[in-house]
């Protein structure tokens, strides 16, 4: 790059100058730079973390105190939803359906692979901007046109989507005018997603540096890579479903409708004939490589961070990776254990039991490698490396208590209870969202040019991380009890769940002081981009490629064209002058 | 700034961008389909009767529509190795024929889509119409989205051969790549639907 400017100095200037005159909305909002994309992608995800908090807090209420009127702001969700401030159940669906749709689709998954994905990987392999900017810029508005059809939904009649996140049929197809607007809201977050991995696969596979061969990639880059194959691959065969399910909602077929099916005292009218299992088979083959497209990036993310904090390699990279690639592989056959309780079969049932225990296993290497990884270490507390190495333990309990939920027989009396519920949460929230919080103050400098409040960055740590706790923690209480998830009234009519109510209000008081604990944070995003410490290019003291850029990286990225000398990791090499050896430096 | 490899081909991969996207494009596209080809599988497993193609469907006519888009995917091969001798006049005509088979292709579609509704046979009548409907009316759209390009290949994106002609060359490759898959995908509906 350096030696073109030497050569043919003249359209280069132009061309710097060019780029200058970008206008406000070029620049700021129809970008094609990957920078502001993915910062675009991690404000909208952040906006719909919130939001679909947000959902669940209102939730809470009801499960802590079901049927008393909400104080205060129960009045504004009108009587058709909230007569006097108590909860009608057709609205607590419509808050489960969105706030599991929403966290997982235009929450996590923009966050940890949108904005994460976009902003750092490129930096980190040494590319100038995406291979494809222009369908960069395409992948974020789509994204963008199905946060807004989802959110939509809520306003038209009969509100939003009531079946659940997993749209089960056929309660889905004889659902209200909400989960059509879903199923449209989906297929723009689907192509969104495929725009994205395309994307993503050929930047990572044609832009990576000089000398930057797949085994010197840092963890994160691997990890979003194997994230992008499970998008591409998984997410069409759920396209393919909902279109098939919006068929029998607009055109009348009976793809998903058995016959005979009598709704409300009603014979339905339709040929029948479908197979509502069907649905569940190509959900679930999107949606387990799904669970792996929000922890992987977690994953990455956590990697860089243990390294860069325990100024050590990390411990076993090889492995680390192999497992990841098995790990990305086996995640596609693994989809009916969501489906035990359908009457599967011994033979069917005994092989995706079998494969869900083999995948446990790569998992487990991966953990026990970033946990071997501490081992000796000096390490460096800070705000990223606390929610690093509060990912551990919070994944490892996520991850050990899904063992009884992958083999058949305990998973009967589990299934659909609030263990359930506790289990896949400690992965998501407690896990994925605790590495995405820590991806935010690592790599803030580097987008801004400045450090996040260390002290703040404290104050919201410990507060999440016990308020994490006290909201799931009792919901493994609850489930073992019986308790089934997506009761309005939290099991009220029930006798069994009677010795466990009060966990419930436990649980909700948990998520409402995990709300206030957010406050630090916001303050701490906005008042950091003026008051923030100002730093140089490498704040954190680390290897990997993306600190050699300027903070914030110009358009282009960097000065001359990075150069990988040598594996991610090269922290306390024996010998050298400092306690990190650059992987771009000769 | 430019991104590199969008013309010239990484050494140490063998290919450009727009080779490898277009390509990954395709798997998720065949993960697409296939799931629509298990449906079906599974549907038509499960089901008490299934109705053979041709108790509804019109064979010959399709038989013409497979001819038509064979066709087609030679003469866009032929628009490509047109481009490839530096013949653009060759080019124009080979890329012509590939739109107009297409639109054959969608005018015989039509008629037959015209003619099930004509007799009250839709979607909704029994789950063999509903895949039938499904499947062809997902292809069409592809076959559409083929032409969309194609048709930009052949009037205002044909600027690009002036300024870049091996730029130009691959993008062409691409989209015949994305047309020959939509080729493909009428050769296994054809039978599936309206043979078996």
């Known amino acids: 790059m350096t030696d073109k400017v030497v050569v043919a100095p003249k359209p280069h200037a132009e061309h710097a100058i060019h780029h200058e005159e970008l206008g406000f909305w070029r620049k700021y909002v129809f970008s094609t730079d990957h920078k502001v994309i993915g910062i675009q992608y991690a404000v909208t995800g952040l ?38 401030g108590t909860m009608l159940p057709e609205f607590y669906n419509e808050l489960g359906a969105m706030h599991g749709t929403i966290m997982v689709f235009l929450g996590v998954v923009p966050l940890a692979v949108g904005g994460f994905g976009n902003f750092v990987l490129p930096l980190q392999i040494g590319a100038p901007d995406m291979a494809f900017p222009k369908i960069n810029m395409v992948s974020y508005w789509c994204l963008f046109l199905g946060g807004i059809t989802m959110l939509g939904s809520f306003f038209v009649p009969g509100g939003a989507a009531q079946s659940g996140w997993t749209s089960y049929t056929p309660l889905a197809v004889i659902a209200g005018t909400g989960q059509t607007w879903w199923l449209i809201g989906m297929i723009f977050l689907i192509t969104s997603s495929l725009l994205g991995a395309v994307n993503f696969i050929t930047t990572t596979i044609q832009l990576r540096a000089k000398g930057l061969t797949f085994m010197r990639f840092p963890f994160f880059c691997w990890a979003q890579f194997v994230t992008a194959f499970l998008l591409l691959l998984a997410f069409p065969p759920l396209e393919a479903a909902g279109v098939m399910q919006l068929m029998d909602r607009i055109a009348g077929t009976s793809f998903f409708l058995p016959s005979g099916l009598v709704v409300s005292g009603q014979a339905l009218t339709n ?20 669970v792996y497209v929000l922890i992987l990036p977690g994953m990455g993310i956590v990697a860089e961070i243990i390294a860069n904090n325990t100024r050590k390699p990390l411990w076993g990279y090889r492995s680390m990776v192999y497992s990841l690639v098995f790990l990305g592989f086996m995640s596609f056959i693994v989809w009916a254990h969501h489906m035990f309780m359908t009457g599967m079969g011994t033979a069917m049932a005994a092989f995706f039991q ?12 991966i953990l026990t490698a970033l946990i071997i990884s501490l081992w000796g270490g000096s390490i460096r507390y800070n705000t990223p490396m606390l929610f690093a190495v509060a990912f551990l333990p919070m994944f490892g309990i996520g991850g050990l208590t899904g063992l009884p939920l992958g083999l058949n027989i305990s998973d009967i009396p589990l299934h659909d ?18 590495a995405l919080m820590a991806g935010i103050y690592y790599w803030y400098p580097k987008a801004t040019g400045r450090k996040m409040n260390e002290t703040l960055g404290k104050i919201h740590f410990v507060g999440s991380f016990i308020c994490m706790n006290v909201i799931f923690m009792p919901m493994f209480i609850i489930g073992m009890a019986g308790v089934s998830r997506r009761l309005f009234d939290a099991g009220t009519a029930y006798a069994f769940a009677q010795p466990t109510m009060h966990w419930n209000a436990v649980s909700s008081w948990g998520a409402w002081t995990l709300a206030v604990f957010q406050i630090p944070f916001i303050f701490n995003f906005f008042w950091s981009l003026w008051k923030g410490e100002t730093v140089g290019e490498n704040p954190w003291q680390a290897t990997t490629i993306e600190w050699s850029a300027p903070s914030p990286p110009p358009h282009g990225n960097f000065v001359g064209a990075p150069e990988a000398y040598r594996g991610p990791y090269e922290y306390s090499v024996p010998g050298a002058a400092r306690d990190f050896v650059p992987q771009y430096e000769a | 700034m430019d991104i590199p490899y969008t013309v010239a081909v990484r050494r140490d991969t063998g290919l450009t961008n727009g080779k490898i996207g277009i390509w990954l494009f395709l798997a998720s596209e065949v993960m697409l389909f296939g799931a629509l080809f298990a449906s079906y599988i599974l549907m038509r497993v499960g089901a008490t009767s299934w109705p053979r193609g041709d108790m509804f469907l019109d064979v010959p006519l399709a038989t013409l529509n497979t001819i038509v888009l064979i066709a087609s995917s030679v003469t866009m091969v032929m628009a490509w190795a047109s481009l490839m001798r530096r013949r653009f006049g060759t080019f124009r005509i080979y890329m012509g024929a590939t739109i107009l088979f297409g639109l054959v292709f969608l005018v015989v579609k039509y008629f037959e889509y015209s003619h099930h509704i004509h007799l009250g046979e839709l979607p909704s009548t029994n789950n063999f119409l509903a895949i039938y409907f499904t499947l062809t009316g997902l292809h069409g759209l592809h076959v559409i989205g083929g ?23 691959n993008r062409v490759e691409h989209s015949g790549l994305f047309w020959h898959f939509v080729d493909l995908v009428w050769i296994f509906l054809f039978p599936t639907l309206y043979l078996l």
Do not use: D
Not at chain 1, 70 to 75: D, E, H, K
Not at chain 1, 354 to 365: E, L, N, R
């Open chain 1, 47 to 84: 906006l719909f973390l919130l939001f679909g908090f947000c959902l669940m807090m209102l939730m809470r209420w009801q499960l802590a105190y079901p049927g008393a009127p909400l104080p205060l702001i129960g009045s504004l969700f009108g009587e058709a939803r909230m007569p006097g």
């Open chain 1, 271 to 290: 040929a029948g004939g479908g197979n509502p299992l069907l649905w569940q088979h190509l959900f679930w083959f999107l949606a387990h490589p799904e």
């Open chain 1, 354 to 365: 079998t494969t869900t225990m083999i995948i446990s296993i790569p998992s487990v290497v």
């Open chain 1, 417 to 434: 209870t609030y263990y359930v519920i506790a289990h896949f949460h400690y992965v998501v929230a407690p896990g994925t969202i605790f």
């Open chain 2, 147 to 169: 032409m969309v390009v194609n048709a930009y290949f052949w009037g205002p994106g044909a600027k690009l051969w002036k300024t870049n002609p091996t730029w130009f060359t």
